[in-house]
């Protein structure tokens, strides 16, 4: 399956900024795409993940009640809504699919197989 990412940017510290991966290649009704990030110097962080059969969500702890994600079957899309950005989640932003994962799965990314390209994220104070 292949992953296309976009929509980072730079924004101020309280902004908001839309990123989306499109996925192709392959049905994705068994899927699961995510969102990873990494921060230079730092290790690599779970964000969000969404199961794309029944909808199941998972945020990440630093990121829940202020980021959503969403998905668009028809489109095989999946969307990243980052609200209330702080400096710190100045990151490269990836997206990732993995397929027939469990709950209990979705942040790990030993999970996934499949990973975008990734798009700067940059938020100044």
């Known amino acids: 399956v292949q992953l296309q990412a976009s929509g980072g940017g730079l924004v101020q510290a309280g902004g908001s900024l839309r990123l989306s991966c499109a996925a192709s290649?392959?049905?994705?009704?068994?899927?699961?795409l995510a969102w990873f990030r990494q921060a230079a110097g730092m290790e690599r962080e779970f964000v969000a993940a969404i199961r794309w059969r029944d909808g199941n969500i998972a945020y990440g702890d630093s990121v829940k009640g202020r980021f959503i994600i969403s998905r668009d079957r028809a489109k095989n899309t999946a969307y990243l809504q980052l609200n209330s950005l702080k400096p710190e989640d100045t990151a490269v932003y990836s997206c990732?699919?993995?397929?027939?994962?469990?709950?209990?799965?979705?942040?790990?990314?030993?999970?996934?197989?499949?990973w975008g390209q990734g798009t700067q994220v940059t938020v100044s104070s």
């Open positions: 290649g392959r049905t994705f009704s068994d899927g699961t």
């Open positions: 990732a699919a993995g397929f027939r994962l469990i709950v209990s799965s979705m942040r790990n990314h030993r999970q996934y197989d499949n």
